[in-house]
Nanobody
Framework: QVQLVESGGGLVQAGGSLRLSCAASGRTFSTYAMGWFRQAPGKEREFVAA????????VYVDSVKGRFTISRDNAKNTVYLQMNSLKPEDTAVYLC?????????????????????WGQGTQVTVSS
């Protein structure tokens, strides 16, 4: 039911910035916790960041703390990932995901299985 479409990926030099966007369908976006994951070739999908339904709480994987910022605009049904000081190791396909049932949890979702819908992903490539 929920469709997620990422955009904003591309090729950037180390130290540069990108802002990813994820547009969601539906009229209940404000009830979902949202997350960003990334997957590099040959590696498992990795949690990057999550944000609560209201945007009041966020959580990040240690490797991106201080560099990435997740935010959302519920009026636009969109979640963002601002990525600064990019490193080659950030190279991956970035996917957004929606946790429709976060109201039944007492934590921000960090696990793949917590999420119900996924976008197709957008490629981020950071050159050295």
């Amino acid at each position: 039911q929920v469709q997620l479409v990422e955009s904003g990926g591309g090729l950037v030099q180390a130290g540069g910035s990108l802002r990813l966007s994820c547009a969601a369908s539906g009229r209940t976006f404000s009830t979902y916790a949202m997350g960003w994951f990334r997957q590099a070739p040959g590696k498992e999908r990795e949690f990057v960041a999550a944000i609560s339904k209201s945007g009041g709480s966020t959580v990040y994987v240690d490797s991106v703390k201080g560099r990435f910022t997740i935010s959302r605009d519920n009026a636009k049904n969109t979640v963002y990932l601002q990525m600064n000081s990019l490193k080659p190791e950030d190279t991956a396909v970035y996917l957004c995901a929606a946790d429709l049932f976060n109201g039944g949890r007492h934590y921000l979702p960090r696990n793949i299985d917590d999420y119900d819908y996924w976008g197709q992903g957008t490629q981020v490539t950071v050159s050295s």
